[in-house]
């Protein structure tokens, strides 16, 4: 039994210092690499290392040349078996504001080992509270979204797109 337990203790301490002593700002680029053939580019950031995760201060998202969001701050979380991604102050872009408002204060994107398939997105803001479940397997989004006051009052289009459910709130599905 000692052995055993002495082996789940290196076992864990490999792990942790693989984490601890990753190249996670190089892991960064080579995503920013990944993105760049599919026309989406990230500027204007800057990188620091916190040990298990890495933290993006400031940023901007650029699809097709378009400058569609920025970031104030972007925490990404790597632990192995529970993966997180917090966005905070994300700023959407002017021309977004006709359909969404464009204040998302916080977002929280997990991933976890014991469900690997399902992306788990919580996001709160101008707009409400959202949570959104991604489905990989079967590439598709379960949204709902609980309204504010404004997102009733001025996206009142917006919202007629999705289907009302008996809470008060707002569910949208879709494939991808």
Wanted: glycine share 8%; no cysteine.
């Amino acid at each position: 039994m000692k052995r055993f337990g002495r082996l789940l203790l290196y076992i864990a301490a490999f792990l942790a210092a693989l984490m601890l002593f990753a190249p996670k700002a190089n892991l960064y680029y080579l995503l920013e690499e990944q993105l760049r053939p599919l026309g989406v580019v990230i500027g204007g950031e800057t990188l620091r290392d916190t040990g298990f995760g890495l933290e993006i201060d400031g940023g901007t998202l650029y699809a097709k040349q378009i400058e569609s969001a920025s970031a104030e701050r972007v925490s990404v979380g790597l632990f192995g078996a529970y993966n997180r991604v917090t966005v905070k102050n994300l700023q959407l872009a002017k021309a977004f504001e006709k359909f969404w408002p464009a204040r998302i204060e916080r977002a929280d994107a997990v991933l976890a080992l014991w469900d690997p398939l399902h992306l788990t997105i919580d996001a709160e803001g101008d707009f409400g509270t959202l949570r959104a479940v991604i489905a990989l397997d079967e590439r598709s989004v379960d949204a709902r979204i609980v309204p504010s006051q404004l997102m009733l009052k001025r996206y009142g289009a917006t919202l007629r797109q999705m289907q009302k459910d008996d809470t008060g709130g707002y569910r949208y599905e879709s494939r991808f």
